[in-house]
């Protein structure tokens, strides 16, 4: 098997990027229109399992008040009721931001505000792409 032309030593790529602190670390934001690898939100998915292990724990019957929960777990209770806000999301949503594929301002301070309570609207609010 022979080749045509030598392979060079040395490949020089190109890659337009650029550095951006978010949260105190350093991400490669790629320019727009690339393609944009997921990103899994560590902490924005923490807080969804979170929410949904209180909701199902004050459900059970096993706490009877968000107070006896939140002082359970060590918390100040109006952390636990901003947190337990994300049990009532979209189940795409959910599932945009399991799947790391949420825009990069939907952060989970973005969350504790105020969001829609349908969740027609909470998609078209929070992921205007997916319209």
Not at 20 to 35: C, I, Q, S, T
Not at 85 to 99: F, G, K, M, N, S
């Amino acid at each position: 098997m022979t080749r045509g032309a030598p392979i060079p030593e040395t490949v020089t790529l190109h890659v337009p990027f650029r550095i951006v602190k978010r949260g105190g670390r350093k991400e490669m934001r790629l320019p727009d229109g690339a393609a944009q690898p997921s990103r899994t939100d560590n902490t924005l998915v923490k807080a969804l399992a979170r929410a949904f292990r209180w909701k199902r724990m004050l459900e059970s019957g096993e706490f009877a008040t968000i107070a006896e929960l939140a002082e359970r777990e060590g918390i100040a209770a109006p952390y636990l009721t901003r947190t337990m806000r994300l049990a009532q999301l979209a189940p795409d949503l959910v599932e945009t931001i399991l799947d790391g594929r949420q825009p990069r301002d939907l952060t989970l301070e973005a969350l504790r505000g105020q969001i829609p309570e349908d969740w027609s609207k909470q998609v078209k609010t929070l992921l205007p792409e997916a319209e």
